[in-house]
């Protein structure tokens, strides 16, 4: 075969039923288990693409069948990665079923889904370095323990022993155990020790004898109890029902997605696997603060964040989280979270978050942001079905269909900006949202600013000047947060202008900060207070949000006061104050300072 265009074949066809849909299901299973590392790899990632279509329209117990049929190559990692994921059938038969190098799995087993893994402890055929791994992960062997009796006494046995010696009691106990079939019919002894050779059901029987016994217990304790006992002080539950204890302390790790997928110790695994932080959803069972969630998202260590664990019994309250990110040793790449999270106390939890979260939740800007996340998710999702159709990724639309869809997105498209302006505003409110530190040319940027404006000016020949010390002005904060409020400041400005109207921007040099002087338009002036301004029956030829000039203003004053200065209106001029830097850097004011020295 001199070109091996099968993937090609395959991905060509289109699967019209369920019987064409299962083949290629089948086949693309049999290709990707079996390809070699020449394919494609745009190729290899449009058949897992496919792959995972299909996935969804078979059945995950025929999967499970053709997985499991003789003849089915699963030799390839990335195919047994990706069916370890799907449903817990496939992801069974997929562990059985693989064949890969030891190398292969000591690669992919730290990777795999925590019910993968349990799954993977049942072959025979892995090597000792991947039993060694699978240890360290904590998959262990869930089967009962082995009975510390072999056969129990009978009640009748036990009467005709009472006045004997201790050692007439050894002796009926072990002539008890040599003849099993004396006993009675008691449930408390059909315990017996299990064979190797047993099946299934000699492990249901030993569970349910087991019930039986711990009951039957309880009935015989329970009738014993004199009557002026009260029954709590009879009830003493045994210590494998309060083997549970809460830590003061747990140690776990999380997969790419940050997702819970290993915890120590053991009795509270179960409890946090598959476990996922979250800041906005309020049901959550993990949620962590905005900054951590931020923090986590760049790959960022941890430091004291607040965890709140709801609806987990015993672990629930606030945990005090350090987490530190990993990547891989090879290639780089972020592999997950390495956390350790240590309970608070009472009076640690008061003293710490309580009081700064009351305020932070009673702040009408955070029930602003509340509205916004509620109003986001429908949004979102009607200009996501916009895009469908105008894009014709589900088949072919009519289009006057299309051309519709096009127009609600676009709209869609624009309350998305509003609800982000409208987030940003009440995030610098409330002090949530802390712009970036940096270095930028401030004349250069209004420059920028003001030949772009001049396409649209132009028309109405009307026109802004820049005037002042050009030299030296450089401001102490990254150049896309100073862009986006003199573009905010610029254009909504620039939009209220009237024909052949001129303004003049002043720069002014101070010791630590510098000064911008706008001269307003008439149309501004004529209002009153800009930072009051509505938005005009007439929407503007250029405008910088869809809120009005007085929401603009009120937005670029707030980003100001972010970055240590302050914008307000002087008479008929907008005055905007920033620290610089100097060359003396005992000179250059902080951004606190320079809070303070506004306020």
Known sequence: MLFDDRLVTVLRQRAGGELATKTQYRQLIDLLGSASRAVDPILRDAAFVKLTELGDAVPASQQAEILREPGTRLRDPALIMWLAQRAPKVAASAMAGARLTEAEWLNIIPSLPVIARGFLRHRQDLSENARHVLAQLGVEDLLLPEPDMQLAPSSQQADSTVGATDSSKVGEASEADDTPAQTGDDPRNRVRRPHASQPVSSLIERIEAVRQQRAMAQTDAAAATPVHQPPEATAAPSSELNAFTVPLSFIACT?????????????????????????????????????????????????????????????????????????????GQFRGYSLRATRLSDAACAARFDGSAKVQTDHPSDRMRQILHELRTPVNAIQGFAEII??????????????????????????????????????????????????????????????????????????????????????????????????????????????????????????????????????????????????????????????????????????????????????????????????????????????????
């Open 255 to 331: 997969d790419r997605d940050g997702r819970i997928e290993a915890a120590t110790p053991m009795n509270i695994a179960p409890l946090l696997f598959g476990l996922t932080f979250s800041s906005q959803n309020e049901n959550a069972p993990a949620s962590l603060p905005d900054a951590a969630i931020m923090a986590m998202r760049l790959r960022q260590p941890l430091c004291d964040a607040a965890l709140t664990l709801d609806g987990l019994g015993q672990l629930d309250g606030i945990w005090l989280l350090q987490g530190a990110p990993l990547f891989d040793s090879q290639d």
């Open 390 to 599: 105008q894009q014709q990724l589900f088949g072919p639309a009519p289009n006057e269909y299309r051309a519709l869809s096009a127009a609600i997105a676009v709209d869609a498209a624009r309350l998305m900006a509003g609800f982000d302006e409208l987030d940003r505003l009440a995030r610098l409110e409330t002090g949530a949202l802390e712009l970036t530190e940096g270095n930028c040319d401030l004349p250069h940027i209004i420059e920028n600013m003001l030949h772009r404006l001049t396409g649209a000016l132009r028309p109405r020949n009307a026109r802004i000047v820049l005037l002042g010390d050009r030299d030296d002005v450089l401001i102490p904060h990254s150049a896309s947060d100073v862009i986006g409020m003199i573009w905010r400041i610029l254009a909504t400005l620039a939009g209220t202008m009237a024909p052949a109207e001129s303004l003049q921007i002043t720069l002014e040099k101070q010791i630590d900060t510098v000064r911008i002087s706008i001269e307003l338009p008439l149309a501004i002036i004529d209002k009153g207070d800009i930072f009051e301004a509505a938005q005009p029956a007439k929407a503007p030829s250029l405008s910088a949000g869809m809120f009005g000039t007085g929401f603009s203003i009120r937005l670029a004053r707030a980003e100001a006061k972010a970055m240590g200065g302050s914008l307000r209106q002087q008479d008929n001029q907008l005055w905007v104050t920033l620290p610089r830097l100097t060359e003396n850097p005992s000179h250059n004011s902080t951004q606190e300072e320079q809070s303070k020295h506004t306020a």
